[in-house]
């Protein structure tokens, strides 16, 4: 009896850690800092609520398929699942579409890190370099170290969040935003799980290798979207009541975090630099075990590679990269996640 109620606890544990080490990967510099909120669902009004619904269900349905082909997959590395996903003409160039944005994506966490450090007046540079060592250090532990400073940042995200979102929620009314075409809520609520997703890959991939119960995976895949869909759900909600202020705003969650006060402020800053710390280290951790796996060379080499590369690429500016880089990674990734719905999984791979 005490062996079945460890059994059941440790699987409680691993279900929770899968779905915060997937929403450490998704909720990065734009989710956390309401950005992303803001522009795929706030501007299409009282419709975006629908739009985020979409997106959990999208989200949720597609991490469960990943962790079913990383199962018989059975490889960390983004490359074998494009072999598997795309016609072998296709591989190289959908490859390298991901290596380019993987490695711009490194660089705008790197140049966000900056910028908050910058805004509490504790210096660009510090942050950077403070982001780079607590990235080399947690990432020589591999995936282990990844889930860990997931299971520590997730929940103070998802907390804070959602203390600040209540806060403001309570302070303001719903205005009238003004509603697009129908549909357009819809193609958000596609471009936004799709980005997201494919950004996931590779971290879904050995989460898949390293667990090998298909049921915690899918548990863990369905709480992580629902937690998400949560978080979206009420950052919406609070920058809806207070959008008139915050249309502009670069980073409207901290604007709505100083009203509170001082210590929320800086609370909410920090974490919002860990949700980019968990991101960054996603994307290196996959960026990294692609290079190992083709060229041989030790994962830690490569992380502290492209650590310098990202750093060089998040002198570009933080705004700039955003605007540049998202709206074409969306509409690229939806071609992705629409040939992971429709293809079959086998049974074994060749």
């Known amino acids: 009896m005490m062996a079945k109620s460890k059994e059941i606890l440790w699987n409680i544990v691993i279900v929770f850690s899968i779905a915060a080490t997937f929403m450490g990967t998704v909720v990065g510099a734009g989710f956390a800092s309401g950005q992303e909120i803001l522009q795929f669902f706030c501007r299409y009004g009282l419709s975006g609520v629908f739009g985020i619904a979409l ?3 999208i989200i949720s349905i597609i991490t469960a398929k990943i962790f079913k082909i990383g199962k018989i997959l059975r490889s960390d590395s983004y490359k074998d699942f494009l072999g598997w996903l795309l016609p072998k003409r296709l591989v190289l160039l959908a490859d390298l579409f991901l290596v380019v944005f993987f490695v711009l994506l490194i660089g705008v966490m ?14 660009y540079w510090n942050g ?38 209540c806060f403001a929620i309570s302070r303001g009314t719903v205005t ?11 193609m958000a609520a596609a471009q936004f799980s799709s980005y997201n997703i494919i950004l996931a890959v590779p971290v879904l991939l050995s989460l898949a290798k390293r667990f090998r119960k298909e049921a915690l995976l899918t548990a863990g895949g369905w709480f992580g979207g629902i937690f998400l869909g949560i978080m979206t759900g009420f950052i919406y909600w609070a920058i809806i009541v207070h959008y008139d202020r915050l249309q502009q705003s670069e ?3 901290l604007i709505l975090a100083r009203r509170i006060g001082a210590i ?38 490569w992380v502290i590679g492209l650590s310098i590369v990202g750093i060089l690429v998040a002198e570009l500016g933080f705004t700039t990269l955003i605007a540049k880089i998202y709206p074409i990674y969306g509409c690229l990734s939806m071609v992705l996640l629409v040939l992971v719905l429709i293809k079959r999984i086998p049974k074994s791979f060749p």
């Open 55 to 57: 997106s959990v269900v």
């Open 251 to 253: 980073i409207p969650m």
């Open 264 to 301: 929320s402020y800086w609370g909410y800053a920090f974490i919002l630099w860990g949700e980019m710390l968990t991101t960054l280290i996603a994307n290196t951790y996959g960026l990294a075990k692609r290079f190992a796996a083709s060229t041989g060379y030790q994962f830690q080499y």
């Open 128 to 165: 950077i370099i403070i982001t780079a060592v607590v990235l080399i250090i947690v990432l020589n532990k591999d995936l282990p170290g990844l889930m860990v400073m997931n299971l520590l940042v997730i929940p103070l995200m998802f907390t804070s969040s959602l203390l600040v979102a």
């Open 110 to 123: 790197f140049a966000g890190s900056g910028a908050i450090f910058k805004e509490l007046h504790l210096g």
């Open 176 to 186: 009238a935003v003004s509603l697009p075409s129908p549909a357009n809520w819809a």
